[in-house]
């Protein structure tokens, strides 16, 4: 049933946009935060003009990110040194049809940040020395590894023929709320054929919505709340052992 709903959302395309070199879109286009989110899958399909190896990359959104290394100061674990990264993704996962090095050569990864380890990730500061620019810049990656997101594994891009095309999006629980952007590159004999970008929003409704809107538009309303809502649990649960 998918495959049949893919090969009519892909005729139903106008002629013009089937000449291109690669075509593609996404089952949806907005993610919805609920406060029971526990995370989702996205399909996106498309189509080639031809036999053509396939690159997908999901990034953003960007923010500040600030890296610290702690250092045993008087028998005390402190935050020593610090490296801030401008422009870094909230997320970033990536798939493709074959193994990335297979396909396109390292100049030209590292020229489309294609692969986490060729993220255009430069500190603001000037004055760190080469093993501290790489010892921070890994932190990083492993950083945002370790929460699930940052992908560490490639994903797989499904071929339907010579032309035809699909993969699935796995965005974790926590993904960042913002504007995503869904890179699709046509690669033909080591060289990038054709590529497209198509948007992606994920969004917080309902509860946690407002829920996000209050911590961050009045946190100290907020911190109340939460301060009052666990001494309300604490001497609900103080009244349930007492009586048992």
Known sequence: ??????????????????????????????????????????????????????????????????????????????????ATYEGVPGFYAIAATKPIGDILRGEMLVRQQIGVENLALVPTRDDLSDGDQLAFREALIRGKQQTGLFSSQIGTVTTLGNRLFRTALVLPSNVPVGYYQVHVYAVRGGQIVGAQTTPLEVQQIGAAAELSDLAHVHGLIYGLLAIGASILVGWLGSLVFRRA
């Open 1 to 82: 049933m998918k495959g049949l709903l893919l090969i009519l959302a892909l005729l139903a395309l106008p002629s013009a946009a089937r000449a291109q070199a690669v075509i593609a879109d996404l089952t949806q286009h907005l993610i919805a935060i609920t406060t029971g989110f526990t995370g989702t899958d996205v399909t996106l399909f498309g189509a080639t003009d031809g036999e053509s190896d396939l690159i997908v990359i999901v990034r953003g959104p960007e923010n500040k990110v600030t890296v610290r290394r702690k250092e045993r100061i008087l028998g005390l674990w402190l935050n020593a040194h610090s």
